[in-house]
């Protein structure tokens, strides 16, 4: 084979998205299986409906983008606290409190003359959604306490404190759940409801696509491009050798945390100010935003603007789940198919090594590179 | 007096299943693989569990159908956990990742299937398994109102298992090889043991009480079941920390987060605590910020298994 097509198979990029590609065709026929076994006859036409309902009309793809905003910020969100070796779990509580500090600025703050307002709720949310990163990362890094059970820990604080803090200030008692926000609050269509609709039936897509994207590129920007961004993939690869290098780590993990809570917060500000009718309901279920996340930034391998594309093709995968239906079968075949792809990115590193190993035997094998721990147990001890 | 003999009987009903969690994460983790995916075992045993009794109720009585009940839940509570077992310990991929891929897994295929062959999502059941009061021991005067009436016999179950857990892990040569795995698996491999069979025992058993843990959690507390176990997984991960990795410190969070949770479900017929007027939420999140402390304290010199988490390789130093 030419050696520049060996070089291009076993570079960094393509090796990624074979593994991501690997884990996502695993994942559509594991669903396949389970629709023929529930119902042989109608299994392809369901199939079909989960790959292509996306695209069957411009209402649908507007709904992709709609459901994308919310898990390509919490992914964005689980991807850069991984660049630091830490596993953020705790996207679910920060997209909670981000969610209900956009809402309650939303709805009481309305002097607050027009853009303003929704500006102002965005921040208000990031900054909620950050203070809940900065707790567990200060617990991570003064006192070594495990990332991983402490957002644990706040996602059920954080659940339970919205439930509260709803019910005493923004709460309509009718529906239990948070009151509408004000309409300068909501985020503008920018017009993209006149673009994305079927009919007289407009989705719900909004300019919050636009700002998760323009977080994916700021991300991608911190994390390549400047001394920070360095600093924390040192921190992410190996502890030591940064702390050795003069690396102030326990500044870049707490620093990391945060500006993770802040983007799972921004997500929660968007999702509930999407005008979409959307409201905090008030229940003990954790928001579950924040865990899909997890698979969005796993597949897009935590690359930002790997990540944007990954949240497009999960919240892809749910209108096609909804579309299912049609043919009497249950949406909940995407989140096991989401499941399963996540089963399988988890053996990326093997898939990785299989394609380098078939195509880069007389590459120089000094050029692998490879992060010491992806999660944050195996950095803890 | 009755308020205190109704108070343990209801935190009976949420902190047996907490304890038997629990100690299925304890094995896996001494045996140095990290289990988050408890919550989604928790779910499935519960599933496959509640299944059978709403299909065979009527044909037996209550307390064998119980019995089969909670083995099926073990049953399958370690075929999921084994997916984990050759993810973490064959594959040598992250174990937060598998773990939360078994957590998304498992109420949707719980709930996949109950929609495919029942069109809802609820599974009902007949709570015919309560005990109004044991024979003998229910008449003891301050006991038998604490433990022996309005009981199930998952409760002796639960300590059955606590007793059993606290022999094996340490009195017995299987138990010392487990915790050696979970701290220096390159030394107890260089002394002939087999790492990844012991891990895989390990992870094994804490599938099989995950599965019961679920089990018996949805019985005392619902008479249906909807693809939840309420973030109790979770909540047995925190108790297993609280515990730090140890049976009886772990029987002690175990009642600690039970209480709470009883107070935050009945603490409007509790005088004293119903004057205080704290919002409900408040009790509900006592045990996790009293977690986030106690971790804060201890973490330093955390008892956590030395090698938990990382990924046993042969040939790494």
Not at chain 1, 75 to 102: D, E, M, R, T
Not at chain 1, 170 to 182: E, G, P, T, W
Not at chain 2, 240 to 265: D, R
């Amino acid at each position: 084979m030419n050696i520049s097509i060996k070089r291009f198979l076993s570079s960094e990029g393509v090796a990624n998205f074979a593994s991501s590609l690997m884990a996502i065709i695993i994942g559509l026929l594991v669903g396949l299986l389970i629709l023929l076994v529930s119902n042989p006859r109608q299994a392809l036409n369901g199939f079909g409906a989960i790959l292509f309902g996306g695209f069957t009309d411009m209402k649908n793809l507007g709904q992709v983008f709609y459901f994308a905003t919310p898990i390509i910020l919490t992914g964005l969100s689980v991807g850069f606290a991984n660049k630091a070796g830490q596993f953020n779990i705790g996207a679910s509580g920060q997209f909670i409190v981000g969610a209900f500090a956009a809402v309650y600025v939303g709805v009481k703050w309305t002097f607050l003359p027009g853009a303003l307002h929704w500006g102002v709720a965005l921040i208000m949310a990031m900054l909620a959604g950050a203070l809940w990163g900065l707790i567990p990362g200060i617990l991570k890094a003064f006192y070594n306490v495990n990332v991983v059970i402490s957002c644990i820990m706040m996602n059920y604080i954080g659940m339970y404190l919205v439930n509260v803090l709803v019910t005493n200030t923004v709460f309509d008692s009718l529906k239990n759940q948070s009151q509408r926000v004000a309409s300068t609050a909501v985020i503008p269509k920018m017009g993209l409801d006149n673009i994305f609709r079927a009919g007289n039936s407009p989705s719900s897509v909004n300019a919050g696509i636009f700002i998760a994207i323009i977080a994916g590129i700021i991300i991608y920007i911190i994390v390549e491009k400047t001394q920070f961004g360095f600093e924390l993939k040192a921190c992410g690869l190996n502890p030591d050798a940064s702390k050795y290098a003069g690396i102030n780590s326990h500044r870049t993990i707490i620093i990391s945390m945060m500006i993770a809570g802040a983007l799972s917060g921004l997500g929660g500000a968007l999702l509930y100010l999407a005008g979409s009718g959307k409201s905090i309901e008030v229940l003990d279920v954790l928001a579950p935003e924040g865990f899909n996340g997890i698979p969005v930034a796993l597949l897009g391998q935590g690359n930002p603007i790997g990540i944007i594309f990954a949240g497009i093709f999960v919240a892809y995968l749910t209108v096609g789940g909804f579309n299912m239906q049609l043919f009497n079968f249950v949406p909940q075949v995407t989140e096991i198919i989401i499941a399963v792809i996540i089963y399988f990115s988890a053996f990326a590193l093997l898939f990785k090594d299989f394609i380098r190993s078939h195509y880069a035997k007389d590459e120089d094998k000094l050029t692998k590179t490879r992060p010491v721990s992806q999660g944050s147990l195996g950095g803890d001890k | 007096m009755d308020t205190i003999y109704f108070l343990v009987q209801q935190m009976m009903y949420f902190s047996i299943p907490l304890l038997v969690v629990a100690l299925g994460g304890m094995f896996s983790e001494r045996s140095g693989v990290t289990n988050i995916a408890l919550e989604g075992i928790m779910i499935i045993g519960a599933f496959t569990g509640i299944l059978f009794i709403n299909m065979f109720q009527g044909m037996l009585p209550g307390q064998p159908i119980l019995i089969l009940a909670i083995i099926i839940a073990a049953a399958t509570g370690i075929i999921v956990s084994l997916t984990h077992a050759f993810a973490s310990i064959n594959m040598k991929a992250d174990q937060v990742i598998s773990g939360t891929a078994i957590n998304m897994f498992a109420p949707a295929f719980a709930i996949y299937v109950a929609r495919m062959i029942r069109t809802v999502q609820q599974i009902p059941f007949v709570n015919q398994f309560r005990i109004e009061k044991v024979p003998v021991l229910g008449d003891i005067p301050l006991l038998g109102g604490l433990f022996f009436r309005n009981a199930y016999i998952t409760t002796y179950l639960g300590f059955a298992i606590l007793i059993i857990s606290w022999v094996v892990l340490y009195k017995t040569r299987f138990g010392l090889r487990l915790r050696a795995c979970g701290e220096h698996p390159q030394a107890a491999d260089s002394v002939g043991i087999n790492v990844y069979k012991m891990r895989y025992i390990g992870v094994a058993i804490s599938g099989a009480l995950a599965g019961i843990g679920g089990l018996i959690f949805v019985i005392p507390t619902s008479t249906n079941f909807n693809a939840t176990v309420a973030g109790y997984g979770f909540l047995a991960l925190a108790v297993l920390i609280f515990g730090q990795w140890n049976p009886f410190k772990i029987l002690l969070a175990a009642f600690f987060f039970g209480l709470m949770k009883t107070i935050a479900s009945a603490y409007s017929g509790i005088p004293v605590l119903s004057a205080l007027d704290i919002p409900n939420e408040v009790y509900k999140m006592i045990p996790y910020i009293a977690t986030l402390i106690v971790l804060a304290f201890t973490s330093k010199n955390s008892q956590a298994p030395k090698a938990e988490g990382i990924p046993y390789d042969k040939g790494s130093r």
